[in-house]
């Protein structure tokens, strides 16, 4: 992992976002979804109602791994392994805590999987299910990594069980509370 932590702005939200964990552009901006994956998800999220500065405002956005994990030996993003999510997992607790969220959005499979047994995505995907948030119940609507390197968003049924993903999101309670 290559410090610094990316933290998204402190907002008590009854929404939490979360990702995977920074990406190499991230730690210099320091801000998350700062790149071209966050210019995918904040194109989805304007698309039910609020855009980049009202989500980066009203959503708290956290990421299971706080540190750029570096690269691939081949190129791409390196996924955190077992070790780094838990040396982590003691900050998303206490954010859970202290937000008592009631809509939490896993964006990505590590993020999806920190609350939901590993699945396929077209599995979880287009749902809302109810999980465990560190003691905590609390519903879960998960999306797919908008990173430009997957398709899984853009060829079917991952751009169909998106667009149900999002629909589930904009109907949510806590979601239209941050949209009035």
């Known amino acids: 992992m290559q410090p610094p932590p990316v933290v998204g702005q402190p907002v008590l939200s009854p929404v939490l976002l979360l990702g995977q964990a920074p990406g ?3 730690p210099q901006l320091q801000r998350p979804f700062a790149w071209t994956a966050g210019k995918t998800l904040f194109q989805w999220l304007a698309g039910i109602g ?3 500065p ?3 405002s009203r959503v708290y956005m956290a ?3 706080r540190c750029f994990p570096g690269k691939k030996p081949r190129g791409g993003d390196r996924v955190p ?3 780094e999510v838990a040396n982590c997992r003691r900050w998303l607790k206490r954010e859970c805590e202290l937000l008592e969220p009631r809509l939490l959005i896993p964006v990505g499979k590590l993020a999806i999987a920190q609350y939901l047994p590993v699945q396929r995505l077209t599995e979880v995907i287009g749902r809302r299910h109810r999980v465990d948030c560190f003691g905590r119940e ?3 609507i ?3 990594h908008p990173s430009g390197a997957s398709t899984w968003h853009r060829t079917s049924p991952g751009k169909e069980l998106l667009a149900q993903a999002l629909g589930l999101i904009a ?3 806590a979601w239209r509370s941050l949209c009035e």
Request: aromatic letters at 0%; proline letters at 12%.
């Open 50 to 52: 609020l855009d980049e």
């Open 54 to 56: 009202q989500v980066r």
């Open 138 to 140: 609390v519903d879960c």
């Open 24 to 26: 190499e552009k991230e």
């Open 142 to 144: 998960p999306l797919p």
């Open 81 to 83: 392994n077992l070790q």
């Open 171 to 173: 109907d949510h309670p």
């Open 63 to 65: 990421a299971v791994c």
